[in-house]
């Protein structure tokens, strides 16, 4: 069997010339849309329509607050219920999804219990977790896990560096443990330079001898809840 690897560009919908372009790359993607995003049932269709997988991608308060998350961000000061309110005020009014990863996030996802209140909602709508791992704090994985909510993380960031050169590099570390561990997941996002090596990557998937699967394949069996 073939090492697969799923590529999540998310932050879509916002640039639309450049989220297009990456609608046109070759799949199947897995593309994460912002959920303030504006016409995200238009942004799904074409999407969906062009092989493509969809996540919801939840703005979560960051621990610099010089950088915003974006409106109907989830934040640290939010009890339970505002959580659970605020995510499903995100998710509502559009569909097509599987399942969410986060948007910055470096301080929400520290806090357990407000995670927890994520994957209540997750659960109830039998959605995903991808957890973009934006700091290795982070308590999606326990939370999901303790919900019985399917999830995946992060592996590779493509393009903390903004050059070609940087998202190839990227890339061939992707490669590396996707054969080592049999699967593994990139993210990246809608910029020229990612689109320009994801171009390049993506006609030689076959040469190299890798599977691109959309994230739901990745995810293990979950176990039965106990009765």
């Not at 974006?70 to 559009?94: F, I, K, Y």
């Not at 996030?105 to 407000?114: I, W």
């Not at 940087?166 to 080592?180: D, F, S, T």
């Not at 040469?207 to 394949?217: C, I, S, Y």
């Amino acid at each position: 069997m073939r090492p697969m690897v799923a590529v999540v560009i998310d932050d879509m919908g916002l640039d639309e010339a450049r989220s297009q372009k990456v609608i046109g790359l070759p799949g199947p993607l897995t593309l994460s849309f912002l959920t303030y995003a504006h016409d995200l049932p238009a942004w799904v269709d074409r999407a969906r329509t062009a092989g493509h997988e969809i996540l919801a991608h939840i703005p979560m308060e960051p621990l610099d607050a010089a950088h915003s998350s974006g409106p109907g961000s989830l934040r640290v000061t939010m009890n339970a219920a505002e959580v659970r309110a605020q995510l499903a005020a995100g998710l509502d009014g559009w569909s097509g999804y599987v399942g969410v990863n986060n948007h910055m996030g470096s301080h929400f996802c520290q806090n357990r219990k407000l995670m927890d209140a994520v994957m209540a909602e997750l659960k109830s709508r039998a959605l995903l977790w991808l957890d973009s791992r934006t700091t290795a704090a982070t308590e999606g994985k326990a939370a999901a896990e303790a919900a019985r909510v399917p999830y995946l993380e992060r592996d590779v960031f493509l393009d903390n560096v903004d050059s070609v050169d940087a998202v190839l590099a990227q890339l061939k570390e992707l490669e590396a443990i996707g054969r080592q561990r049999g699967a593994a997941i990139a993210i990246g996002h809608p910029r020229d330079t990612t689109i320009e090596a994801l171009d390049l990557w993506l006609s030689s998937l076959e040469k190299r001898r890798l599977a691109l699967v959309p994230v739901t394949v990745l995810l293990s069996p979950q176990p039965a809840a106990k009765r």
